[in-house]
């Protein structure tokens, strides 16, 4: 049997390795990849919910430390499975080394998921931060250009903050572990804390979200939403749980950030800018609760991965190959060709409207398990603005459902689609899509999942889930004609992701030394 000290090294840096391979031999590495990630999606799926924790050092005694535990296997399921949607959905589109960089920044993930020393976590955010900028700037235009080298500047400042914490608390402790922080000052908190936060895209921190989504290619937004913010949760998530004022702080933080980001949301009428918007506020919803935000985390990484891919009715990539096409509507980034089988089509809207149903909690979807499971691990004070919290996110995502549905419903002719003539063909498409076989696995997941957990599911918890999506439908009708821009704008310009970690680091500090909340 093979030494688990030497398996877990290994499965950590293969993504990697096989990234460098497919430069030279994309074609042969592609699937192996392909095998690989689902691997690692079935390993880390029969792991979650149990007790199995295993603790190595790298390198011998003295080296870099990591535990794999209850905080990674959620994040590295969820990294596997979006890796997986955006290979399978857009791997026809792929720009040079597209999915190399991929494997190169999984590993840099499993690395955040699983060590617990802070210098090794700083090398691992920054490779993060360097394959993020890759894919932002995937589109090689002037525009991707200039939100790559702000991700990149602004997120090298976020690190450079939390390596002068790291620093500083190294004087007091005399090591890097996570585990010692607690003799640390509150400052070396505050700087660790706010860079992690930043990568995190959590509010104030999270400013870079929305204008980076909404212009970035489906894949890489996918890819970014669903991985990259998701590097941060892990060691937040530790910190809170063993250190107290760090999990005071995070309670604060996590309700400005479901709150502000989803009023943000609710008046935004570009899509991909609303799905930034809700990523930065349901992320802020994950850092409420140390012992389940990994699992938030992946359940939100993967129906926001389905929500960019399937946001579309044409991905991108065509998009991009014809830049100056009069076709395209710039408000929504809708395209009114439309390549794919009207089945096809079908299907992605029936996924997004599932996605975007998980995300609000309705019962007997996965976000309706993660969002109670969530909701008990919360002090009573933090319960009210949860509450508030998820009736802006039903608002959120029942315009966006409504968006999209529209937008189908005036290109296609349902009573065509489904008609007797048609079926015949329409069943010969999803036998010869693969596309189709992704996007209908991705629906049997999100409700499967839901299903293994019947304990959350009680007659309170599902009224007041349907509810709210009620509630939210009826809020999007009152605040459907409100523009946003002169309000936010100003704000988002002021704040920016140079300012703002600097900003929540004072802000930490405040907290922890005066204010006391």
Known sequence: MIELSILFPALIFLPAALGFLGCFLPRIIFPISIATLLSYAVLSVNFLNTSFSYAFTLIGNGGIQFSIDQYTFPLVFASSVTLLISFGLFCKGFSHYFYQICLVLLTALLISFSTVDLVSMFIALELVGFSAFLLISDRNDDKSLFNSFQYLIGGGLAMLIYLIGVVQAFTYTGTFLIADLAKAPETALCLIVAGLLTKSGVFLCGLWVPNIYSYANSQSSAILSGCV??????????????????????????????????IYAVFERESGRALGWSSVSQLGIAILSPAYACTYAMQHGICKALLFSTLHTETRNDLNQNPNNESVHAEHGHSSRYQEPPIEEFIRVLVFVIASLSIMGFPFLTGFVTKNWVKTDL???????????????????ARLIF???????INFKIRTLLSLSNLNKNFIDILSTPRIWILILSIAMLIGFSLTHEITYSTSSINSAITSAILGAILFISVVGIQADDFVKPITRTLDLVGAPFLVAALLLANLLYLKI
Request: charged share 10%; aromatic share 6%.
């Open 229 to 262: 913010t998701c590097a941060g949760i892990a060691p937040i998530a530790r910190m809170s749980q063993t250190l107290a004022p760090i999990g005071d702080s995070m309670v604060v933080i996590g309700v400005i950030s479901a709150v502000i980001a989803a």
């Open 403 to 409: 968006d999209r549905t529209k937008h189908f419903l």
């Open 379 to 397: 002090p009573y004070e933090a319960k009210i603005i949860y509450t508030t919290a998820a009736l802006l996110t039903s608002t959120v995502y």
